[in-house]
């Protein structure tokens, strides 16, 4: 199974942005799924998760500007973004943990912020 994340771009501060995230086939036991993201020359880091009850949590620098939602059908799980800064410029990956403790991750989708 593999995890297709895109919709990443170039946008101007201020602009939006919707990342989507697919899952190929289905992973059984996936109990949290989510968004991290790698500016250059950092550590990744989480962005959100949305578990598999609805609830989500956010890193504290996104929160009030981006929305975890998923669609269950189409095993998707979106990422919109609004009131980009630079500082959110990074590779955004989305990830598939399980309750065996298995994670998937997503080849990374760019977003760019300028100034």
């Known amino acids: 199974v593999q995890l297709q994340a895109f919709g990443g771009g170039l946008v101007q501060a201020g602009g939006s942005l919707r990342l989507s995230c697919a899952a190929s086939g289905k992973i059984v036991g996936v109990n949290v799924r989510g968004w991290y993201r790698q500016a250059p020359g950092k550590e990744r880091e989480l962005v959100a998760t949305i578990l598999n009850n609805g609830l989500t949590n956010y890193e504290d620098s996104v929160k009030g500007r981006f929305t975890i939602s998923r669609d269950i059908a189409r095993n998707t799980v979106y990422l919109g973004m609004n009131s980009l800064k630079p500082e959110d410029t990074a590779v955004y990956f989305c990830?598939?943990?399980?309750?065996?403790?298995?994670?998937?991750w997503g080849q990374g989708t760019l977003v760019t912020v300028s100034s």
């Open positions: 990830s598939s943990k399980t309750v065996y403790g298995m994670v998937y």
